[in-house]
């Protein structure tokens, strides 16, 4: 919660909209500000996001289980997918006509 609120005050918005991630962050609101979206269910690309909730799952099960080959499987399959989302949503949002 405190990093919520002191992290606006800390960095500034960016100056372009050229990084990657800046605008993944743009995608995703965009996304989500659109009727019916959400970030999870079975359509896609929402099932990527879904896949990667239930591989965070497995990895946290694998990391108390003390398996770190699984583990390690796991996160890179939950980091892999959410990825893969947040490609799609910046794909389609560099595809979106202007409003």
């Keep these: 919660?405190?990093?919520?609120?002191?992290?606006?005050?800390?960095?500034?918005?960016?100056?372009?909209?050229?990084?990657?991630?800046?605008?993944?962050?743009?995608?995703?609101?965009?996304?989500?500000?659109?009727?019916?979206?959400?970030?999870?269910?079975?359509?896609y690309?929402?099932?990527?996001?879904?896949?990667?909730?239930?591989?965070?799952?497995?990895?946290l099960y694998a990391a108390w289980r003390r398996r770190p080959v699984s583990t390690a499987a796991a996160t890179l399959a939950m980091v892999g997918l959410k990825l893969w989302w947040l490609r799609e949503l910046v794909q389609q949002y560099d595809r979106r006509t202007p409003e």
């Design 1 to 43: 919660m405190l990093w919520t609120a002191i992290n606006p005050i800390l960095f500034a918005p960016p100056a372009t909209e050229d990084a990657w991630m800046t605008r993944a962050v743009l995608a995703e609101r965009w996304w989500l500000a659109k009727q019916d979206n959400g970030t999870m269910g079975l359509d």
């Design 45 to 59: 690309p929402n099932i990527c996001n879904t896949g990667g909730a239930l591989a965070s799952a497995l990895a």
